[in-house]
């Protein structure tokens, strides 16, 4: 495909939902379902789904015209709703450099490969009984994690079809309500204006996860429909100049829409940090609504919207962002030459997952912060007053 895309790429994003391609070799052995995906039943009410305006429900937070059909229908783009993992040296098919999704949370911690995550973009997960939903928009490149309890409801998400702002809108399944990944709100129905409790979410290399998590949980393969994994449908959709799919606005022209940015703050404090630069100088200290947060990052993670393997990808920067305050010590970080980071309290070696793991803070963990990895044109859409950080 060619990096300019058209609204004939909307053939495209329709095949995701249909092709199939052959069968995944069989894994080492058989995955298994960690813990059951359960949801509230579906509730008999008026569906934003079938209609967003239907005047029998509450008014849309967003102007209806601007959540547009993406080309599948709903769930066309399957989302996994009883994910099977793998242990993580049982995994052969991933290679060093491609991305993983990380959420924080859990005792044993899992990892969500984007090869997988680009075919069906919502994974209805329970981890450590605690329901969530691991979420990745590759027209933005935005990966979210979401809790899934809100009140009494226990939702489980599909693919709505739809796009706002070129961003995946979900559905859940209990009220047929329209969520924006991005903002983790419902824009529609039943539940609009109501918000998602969010789990942080790094995107990071194989190795580096596999590094930090040597027992710990991989999405299998096996997902009930067969895809090409490892194929990127999206060929060249990151070319620096290209302009994002079905966007109806003004993509902010501070940067090239389609910048990579690690993003914090929301709508309290929206701050961009351009990845190139964040890549360049290692470490960046930012203010964000009032609290330091250092911000990382690492080169060498393949880029899944390149190429079309994944594993092919250009290198781009694996980021992380945390509290830099560990048991009432403020620290201080400097990236050294293996791609590692070293504060100048202890002399202690961190990694980009923010642990320790060398020197006499060894074994300590760093308080994520809840920031993402996107593209600056996504970002800016929902955070029009971001401030841009400038990186000497």
Known sequence: MSARWTPSVLVLLAALGACAAPAQPPPAAAPVVLEEVHGSPPEDVPSALDRIDDPALPAPLVDPARVIAGGPPPDGIPPI????????GEVDWLSDDEPVLAPAI??????????????????????????????????????????????????????????????????????????????????????????????????????????????????????????????????????????????????DPRLPPKERVAALGGDADPVAVPLIALTEAGVVEVEVAGRTVV???????????????????????????????????????????????????????????GEAVAGPLTGARLTPVEHLDTFWFAWAAFHPTTRIVEIP
């Open 295 to 353: 911000v990382w990052a690492v080169g060498g993670l393949r880029s899944a919207l390149d190429t079309g393997r994944i594993a092919d990808g250009r290198t781009v920067g694996a980021t992380g962002a945390f509290d830099p305050v560990l048991d009432g010590r403020r620290l201080h970080f400097l990236r050294d030459g293996a791609d590692r980071f070293v504060d100048a309290e202890t002399g202690s070696t961190w990694t980009v997952l």
């Open 106 to 251: 859990g005792q044993v911690a899992r990892a969500y490969p984007v090869r997988i995550l680009i075919w069906h973009e919502i994974v209805n997960d329970t981890v450590d009984g605690r329901p969530v939903v691991i979420t990745y928009c590759p027209l933005c490149n935005s990966a979210l994690g979401f809790e899934r309890r809100l009140g009494e409801r226990l939702l489980t998400f599909g693919t709505s079809g739809k796009l706002y702002l070129s961003d995946l809108v979900m559905y859940d399944r209990q009220t047929e309500s329209l969520w924006s990944q991005i903002e983790g709100r419902a824009i529609a129905g039943m539940l609009a204006g109501a918000e998602l409790n969010r789990v942080p979410v790094q995107t990071v290399t194989w190795a580096q996860w596999r590094a930090a998590n040597p027992d710990g949980w991989v999405l299998s393969r096996d997902t009930g429909v067969d895809r090409d994994y490892g194929r990127n449908p999206y060929t060249g959709y990151d070319a620096p100049g290209s302009q994002p799919f079905l966007f109806d606005g003004a993509p």
């Open 81 to 88: 709703d009883e994910p099977r993992f793998e242990r993580a």
